[in-house]
């Protein structure tokens, strides 16, 4: 009787050793899953911004903006370990803006590209963790500052409303010819461009 009480007992403490061998391994997955998907939301958090950085560099060298760009690479430190997760984020760049007011005066030269990011976290083994996405928008220009991150829900400039403002600066334009002033936010370089070369850009 004493022999199958002690297996009874064992039996017993056996299984909430395993219960909580579970539970442990249940919570470090959480854990896991957790820090996956908060290394994804960071990366794709810095993204626009460092996309923003380069585009405005190719656009102040000269080279194409819509060139194909390089995953962004990005680790996150756990613990002992300096990079327990990597997050890879690949950039597709897209000319946008047919539905916009855009300023197309050749001294600004205004468009926007349409910035989609992908990014995949994988942990210390190369085994995905988390994938998460996310769409950008930046406004270009031919003079500084060459790009500005217009956010992931911008107008696009399409034209102010009674409901809600648009993207655009209302200002006054003088006609050199005869001195009247026009209001309006867009103007183009054939028809309101004056003869003799305009002041640059402000810096």
């Given at each position: 009787m004493?022999?199958?009480?002690?297996?009874?007992f064992?039996?017993i403490a056996?299984?909430?050793?395993?219960g909580f061998?579970?539970?442990?391994l249940?919570?470090?997955r959480?854990?896991?899953l957790h820090?996956?998907?908060?290394?994804?939301r960071d990366a794709?958090?810095?993204?626009?911004?460092l996309?923003?950085e380069?585009?405005?560099?190719r656009i102040?060298?000269?080279?194409?903006?819509?060139?194909?760009m390089?995953p962004?690479?990005?680790c996150t430190?756990?613990?002992?370990?300096?990079?327990?997760?990597?997050a890879t984020t690949?950039?597709?760049?897209?000319?946008?803006?047919?539905?916009?007011?855009?300023?197309?005066?050749?001294?600004?030269g205004?468009a926007r590209i349409?910035?989609s990011?992908?990014?995949?976290v994988?942990?210390?083994?190369?085994?995905?963790?988390?994938?998460?996405?996310?769409s950008a928008?930046?406004?270009?220009?031919?003079?500084?500052?060459?790009?500005?991150?217009?956010?992931?829900d911008?107008s696009?400039?399409?034209?102010?409303?009674?409901?809600?403002?648009g993207t655009?600066v209302?200002v006054l334009?003088?006609?050199?010819?005869?001195?009247?002033?026009?209001?309006?936010?867009?103007?183009s370089?054939?028809t309101?461009?004056?003869s003799?070369?305009?002041?640059p850009w402000?810096?």
């Open positions: 004493t022999i199958l009480r002690a297996l009874f064992a039996a056996s299984a909430i050793a395993q061998a579970v539970l442990a249940a919570l470090a959480s854990e896991s820090a996956a998907h908060a290394a994804a794709l958090g810095a993204a626009p911004v996309v923003q380069a585009i405005a560099a102040a060298g000269g080279s194409d903006p819509l060139a194909p390089s962004i690479e990005r430190t756990i613990g002992a370990a300096p990079c327990a997760l990597r690949t950039v597709a760049l897209r000319s946008t803006g047919s539905e916009s007011i855009l300023q197309q005066n050749a001294l600004v205004e349409l910035v990011l992908r990014s995949v994988t942990d210390a083994a190369g085994t995905t963790a988390a994938i998460a996405t996310r928008l930046l406004r270009t220009f031919a003079q500084p500052p060459y790009a500005t991150y217009e956010g992931d911008e696009g400039g399409i034209s102010p409303s009674s409901l809600a403002p655009l209302d334009y003088r006609d050199l010819r005869n001195g009247a002033s026009i209001p309006g936010n867009v103007w370089t054939p309101n461009m004056p003799s070369p305009p002041s402000p810096q």
